[in-house]
């Protein structure tokens, strides 16, 4: 009877989706950000292209999150890249005023932004589908690492396909704004160059804090062995 009590108790402390307070830190954090990004945006037609997916996506990972749990690491580092994503939304990813200070910290000819978003796709997405292979499929070793990258990669570019896909159907005139190549033939293929770097480090880092972490962890191991 205790065990149930206390089952009923923690779903009351997480309250209707089930989640714990952390978690509704990060909907709080994100829906502050999303509402003020959809006030005023400006480019209307370009923030409802940029937030087609964010209707979609977001809604399907609370749902998710009820029957699939990732690490709080990976929920935040998924909560970080939308908003950085609405924040581009908002501004546009050309007019980002950010963009403009990392254009003239880097001497670019251009906004950088998007090609901070495209990177950052790849770094703060990359661990978050590693989690999701690792639990799901029971991956390990060399595959538990490449085959999130080459997974990051792909969603890269189907993003790019998705981006020029909606502005055709859905509003053919905020293509410029939308799309936000500023006149870069290449544009598409730096962004996925980008975001498959950003897969390539944030999967190197795991690999690193992981092999550290077995260490520290098979020492203490061997030294409780020895102690008994």
Known sequence: MGRRQARVARKKRRGLLGLRPYYYVLIGLFGLVWTW??????DRGAWFLENLLVVVFVPLFLVAARYFRLSDVSYGLVTLFLVLHVVGSHYTY???PFGYTLQRWLGADRNMYDRLVHFSFG???????????VVLADLKGFWSYYLPFDLTLSFSAVYEILEWAAVQVANPGAGLAFLGTQGDEWDTQ??????????LIAMVLAALFLRSYRTR????????TVAS
């Open 37 to 42: 990004a959809a006030i005023a945006p400006h």
């Open 94 to 96: 050309a007019e980002v």
């Open 123 to 133: 770094l703060l997405l990359a661990l978050p589908v590693r989690e999701s292979f």
């Open 190 to 199: 730096k962004d996925m160059a980008l975001a498959s770097s950003g897969a």
């Open 217 to 224: 962890r098979d020492g203490l191991s061997a030294a409780e």
